[in-house]
């Protein structure tokens, strides 16, 4: 049910933009894993202290005293969330709303493909990037922890933080593919695509900061990412599930969507 031509020719049109992302990350985790110290401990948790709201806002409240509790917090309550958020978004609009809004969709449905098996295959294209992305920065981490602390990181949650991370990636760029298939134009495709996820980091922020803002929990995808109760055992598992079954569900929304609108051509 995919078309191959257009998945190799989205990969050679496209790799460089995953490249890009790979590269940032990969600057910016070698980095954080490098900064797990006793001495470093002290001096964020000082600044915690000094700045609490920033700090919580951001996922970053703690160090915590083992090397996979401070990867949780200072690795992915910010950088894994949002760098994997900025390529679903610039794919998803790229790989559909785009081709409708200039025109270049009536090529694609020119050849013997059909609307549903063009689609689909820009769906599973952007779900291959975002598993490419998650599997390397996860293998990426257990090298550089292993090289620089052995025995410091605890691989299986570590790695069960990374399928939670990739389930809710998953989550996030369903709606964004979701967005794409309902546009005629790019405009709506990112007021959709990118607002709704901006919408919930910026709700989740505020849930960080505790209080009464805590509430605002139910009203963001981001509550179902818990990488810190992951670190230390305590996590539910069927979260992980829902963001994944929730970011099936607006593929497949998508693609049926999209295969049965009118479209400006």
Known sequence: MISNTLLKKEFKSNYKILLIFIAVLTMYEVI????????????LDAFAKAMPEI?????MANTGSTLTEFLSNYLYGF?????????EIILANKLVAKY?????MAYLLSTPNSRKK???TQGLFVIINIVILILYVTILGIICSEVMFPGDLDIERFILINMSVLSIHIAISGICFFASCISNDMKLAYSIGAGVPIAFYIIQMLVNMGGKLEKLKYFTLFTLFEPNNIATGNYHIEFLIAAFIIGIVFYILGILLFSKRDLPL
Not at 32 to 43: A, C, Q, R
Not at 79 to 87: A, N
């Open 118 to 120: 063009i689609v689909i």
């Open 55 to 59: 700090m919580s806002a951001f996922g």
């Open 32 to 43: 954080i894993v490098s900064m797990f110290n006793p001495e470093l401990g002290e001096t």
């Open 79 to 87: 950088l894994l969330l949002v760098f994997p958020m900025i390529l």
């Open 100 to 104: 409708v809004d200039t025109g270049s």
